[in-house]
DNA sequence: TAAATTTGTTTGCTCATACAAATATAACGG
DNA sequence: CCGTTATATTTGTATGAGCAAACAAATTTA
């Protein structure tokens, strides 16, 4: 009945799935104690020693604000701190940082695995086409 | 570089898509004053008069916690009145929530013509394809 | 170089959703 | 019929993300 005109909605169906894979990744990655969310941040940092929270937000397609938030819970568990550059904010991983950079691979790698498992090839290919689709839904505006 | 390896996780490009239908959902309800989840509620309380909060939790798959919170607030709106049997909470729609009913139509209308103009038909097919993802995850478990 | 504008970040607040524990009612087994 | 278990809801609390306004530094304009 109503469930087959929501099953349209892209709103809903997109946000459960959200919701869904979500719950995956935490259970994945809690064992490295971060949020999914956090753990990517964290693998961005490793990336590029000194890079700017304006960079990380479009890296990871979040506000500012957001970043500056998640910014604040790594560097009080003293996985990276951030050097104020003008007006730009620097990040730079900690040793402490850069050791837990295994465990998120191994977190990472465990959740696709999970989902490959029952989503097979095709889990991939539908994460690049949610990603165009954003993409070209953001540009209209 | 990073990128590349974000967008094949399906945690970050299901929550980004999320964010962004989110904010043009919010955009097209914002006219009947309601959050599009809550909107969405109402509508399965209109298909039936007395529903019970697990059904509508069911339906929207939502958590029992996450139903009662957005049924106060309609309630707080007058939209709508639960009625205690037994250790159910019936949920009935007031007049005043039942005047809602075309402007929410049009409300969803327009979100669905909204992305149908970037994505077309695919934006239907699409919508079904995650609900039924999302089954799949959820059924492992 | 002083004022105006732009850009990057932070802060205060709010929202949507969830989990876990508490509560209340119903159902079942003896 | 009583005690135990199962089910539905509520309450307290937490988290992730965002907006809007504030702030600070840099860039442009005059």
């Known amino acids: ?3 087959i005109y929501f099953k349209e909605c892209l709103y809903f169906t997109a946000n459960r799935l959200g919701r869904v894979i979500t719950k995956m990744a935490e ?3 809690a064992i ?3 949020s999914p969310t956090a753990a990517f941040l964290l693998m961005a940092a490793y990336e590029k020693d000194g890079i700017s929270q ?3 937000g479009q890296i990871l397609h979040l506000q500012p604000s957001t970043v500056t938030r998640l910014i604040e819970k790594l560097a009080a568990k003293n996985l990276l701190y951030n050097r104020v550059d003008g007006r730009l ?3 730079y991983v900690t040793d402490k940082g850069r050791a837990l950079e295994q465990t998120i691979q191994q977190c990472w790698d465990q959740l696709r ?3 490959a498992t029952i989503l097979g090839e095709e889990g991939d ?3 690049l086409h949610l990603y165009e689709v954003s993409n070209q839904l953001e ?3």
Do not use: Q, T, V
């Open 113 to 115: 695995e999970r989902y």
């Open 27 to 29: 259970d994945a990655f």
């Open 32 to 34: 490295s104690g971060l």
């Open 54 to 56: 304006k960079e990380l």
């Open 139 to 141: 540009k209209i505006e």
């Open 125 to 127: 290919a539908l994460s």
């Open 1 to 3: 009945m109503l469930d």
């Open 89 to 91: 904010s620097l990040i």
